[in-house]
């Protein structure tokens, strides 16, 4: 299926027409179990938490995360903290929250297998890409671009970031009113590969034209992803769909 996209992007750009491959970030293009890991660990080694939490720093500073871990609770679970201790609980989603939507964190990020070298083939293909994230340009935006520019991923005139302008704004909103608004730009062909099935969904209501590709990771439960598209679970040209 990638190898087709990239053919159906070549057939385009011979034929002088314009297509757009667009991606999400968090959790299609990038794991963000290894953020969260980190996130998680230095919690357990802060002098502060070892005083006020002991016995359930103990059991954190051996936590592993999982590539289908959304948010902390599954990770804290399999570690034996299972929400009884209130205290802990309200302390450690503070920082979670705090550090996972900053920049700080964002190198600890590691790109699926082919993401590097499938964006980039796009690009050459002759496609535009724009990168649309949940993330906001306040808290994320500066660390965003570097994370990005370090792993090569194309960031040029053809390649663009576009990360919301405030964090108050709902994501299914912000995302499918940019893809209106790219629809109308003169687009022979729209591509968007997302993990978000409640994204997914919002946005087949209204661009029923851009061909969706579920990436298959991790997401927040809000909807059910849709049977009837395809499915990734990384960006290798070999493999098979789902």
């Not at 502060?48 to 103990?58: D, G, I, S």
């Not at 005139?157 to 576009?162: A, F, I, K, N, P």
Request: negative net charge; charged residues 25%.
């Amino acid at each position: 299926m990638l190898s087709d996209i990239l053919v159906k992007i070549q057939s385009l750009s011979s034929l002088q027409k314009r297509s757009l491959v667009v991606f999400d970030l968090d959790s299609t293009l990038f794991d963000v179990s290894p953020r969260l890991e980190r996130i998680l660990l230095d919690f357990a080694a802060m002098p502060l938490n070892h005083r006020r939490f002991p016995e359930q720093v103990a059991l954190l500073k051996n936590i592993k995360t999982l590539r289908s871990d959304w948010g902390i609770t599954g990770a804290l679970t399999r570690a034996g903290l299972d929400g009884h201790h209130m205290d802990f609980q309200e302390a450690i989603k503070a920082y979670w929250l705090k550090n996972f939507f900053s920049n700080h964190y964002l190198q600890f990020d590691a790109p699926y297998e082919g993401a590097i070298e499938f964006v980039q083939a796009v690009q050459k293909a002759g496609a535009e890409i724009a990168y649309l994230t949940g993330r906001d340009v306040e808290r994320m935006g500066i660390g965003t671009e570097e994370v990005m520019r370090q792993w090569e991923f194309p960031v040029d005139e053809t390649s663009h970031l576009v990360l919301k302008p405030h964090r108050s704004m709902d994501d299914a909103e912000f995302k499918t009113n940019w893809f209106v608004e790219a629809a109308k730009k003169g687009f022979e062909k729209i591509y968007f590969f997302e993990n978000e099935p409640v994204n997914v969904v919002h946005l087949r209501e209204r661009c029923p034209q851009v061909e969706i590709i579920f990436f298959e990771s991790t997401h927040a439960g809000k909807a059910i992803p849709p049977e009837d598209i395809p499915r990734i679970m990384n960006f290798l040209l070999n493999q098979k769909e789902s």
